[in-house]
């Protein structure tokens, strides 16, 4: 909002800067979140919305009353932040804006089902999955009306790209559900997922500002996709969110995010990734998501081809995802989780060299 009155109408250049507009994105979101917790909190307690606990638990990890749906608060100071730093009037903020609501509201209902009503499974697999799909497809097919590009581009190589087509429908719903899954996955520690979420969304932010500027993008050889720099702000007001919902999730954590922040931070950042041609990039900064999603997989299918050869099923890690192995290994979380941390910004750094590695 204020982009459009105090720069469209009232012709105050400040308020044109991506940059300046970013950083203020940031601080306004962290801001809401630091001065919103208290409320959210008394809410959550009110409300019963405690996290239920699963029977599979590992014994050092039943985590007793600690209120879920944090998310809540994320999705708040960061829909508030855009809304007043973003020009709400351009396409891709308006699908950014989209999809966090859409993945929020079906974590919502997921979280409300486990925590109001008690019922630790949640909504039916299946009917999360389809809804998933079902979101996904309506961007998906939403951007391929609108004639947006459907060339998927690569890091380094820079002359290795080929045109989708509508091939490019399956794969924007693969890239949004997969994402918005993978942070799902992630999010079983104190501060697991949301880390890697803040390290992400940085790298994405820098990506989505070159993308967005002609001479920057011509220059590093990157695809130039016009008023994708709006989604730079969008970057800074999810990592101003991310940190004030840090605070509080981190160890001892005061509150879990939920369904209602995984699914739509997942989401967002697949999104994103999307709109910018920047899919790889994801993949590379966001490399904690992908293991922890892998190891699911590699378990569950070599447990049942165990299983279908030998009779009885075995594992690959003690436990999937990921950070529950290193939690039987006998880690601590907090080691856990900051060692990921660790990762993530390595692999955050090695994508942000491939804007001139090409
Ligand atoms: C998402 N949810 C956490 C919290 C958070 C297919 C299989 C991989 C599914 C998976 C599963 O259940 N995934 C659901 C992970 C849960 O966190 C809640 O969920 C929200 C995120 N969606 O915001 O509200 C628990 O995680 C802990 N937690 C923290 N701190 C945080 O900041 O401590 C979360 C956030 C919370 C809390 O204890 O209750 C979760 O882990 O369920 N299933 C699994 O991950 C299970 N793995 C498994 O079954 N492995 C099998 C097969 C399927 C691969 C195997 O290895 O053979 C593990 N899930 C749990 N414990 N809970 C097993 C151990």
């Not at 070599?302 to 279908?308: A, D, L, P």
Request: glycine share 8%; aromatic share 14%; charged share 15%.
């Amino acid at each position: 909002m204020l982009y459009i009155l105090l720069y469209s109408i009232l012709g105050i250049i400040l308020f044109k800067y991506i940059t300046f507009r970013s950083i203020y994105a940031a601080l306004t979101a962290m801001f809401i979140g630091f001065f919103l917790y208290p409320l959210f909190e008394r809410k959550l307690k009110d409300l019963q919305f405690k996290q239920t606990i699963k029977e599979y638990m590992p014994e050092n990890h039943k985590k007793k009353n600690v209120p879920t749906m944090g998310g809540l608060l994320i999705i708040t100071a960061l829909t508030t932040a855009v809304l007043l730093w973003n020009n709400i009037l351009n396409l891709y903020v308006l699908i950014a804006l989209f999809t966090v609501l859409g993945f929020g509201a079906l974590g919502f209902v997921d979280d409300y089902i486990k925590a109001k009503l008690k019922k630790p499974e949640g909504l039916p697999e299946k009917v999360k999955f389809l809804t998933q799909l079902i979101l996904a497809t309506v961007v998906a097919v939403l951007l391929y009306k609108e004639g947006f590009s459907t060339e998927l581009y690569f890091p380094v190589f820079k002359n290795l790209h080929f045109n989708l087509g509508l091939l490019f429908i399956p794969w924007a719903v693969f890239i949004i559900v997969g994402s918005s899954n993978a942070v799902n996955i992630t999010d079983g520690l104190d501060g697991l997922a949301i880390g890697p979420v803040i390290t992400t969304s940085f790298v994405l932010m820098v990506f989505s500002y070159v993308a967005g500027n002609y001479k920057l993008s011509h220059y590093l050889n990157l695809p130039y996709i016009p008023g994708a720099g709006e989604l730079t702000v969008v970057c800074a007001a999810v990592i101003g969110a991310s940190l004030a919902f840090l605070w509080f999730n981190a160890y001892p954590a005061e509150v879990f995010m939920g369904d209602v922040g995984s699914l739509s931070l997942g989401a967002l950042l697949g999104t994103i990734a999307l709109l910018i041609k920047e899919e790889f990039i994801l993949a590379i900064a966001g490399i904690v998501f992908v293991v922890e999603t892998l190891s699911v997989i590699a378990q569950r299918y070599y447990f049942k081809y165990t299983k279908k050869k030998f009779g009885e099923g075995r594992r690959i890690f003690k436990m999937a995802p990921l950070h529950h192995h290193f939690e039987k290994l006998g880690w601590q979380e907090p080691k856990i989780t900051v060692r990921f941390w660790i990762i993530s910004i390595i692999f955050a750094l090695i994508a942000l060299s491939l804007l001139k590695i090409r």
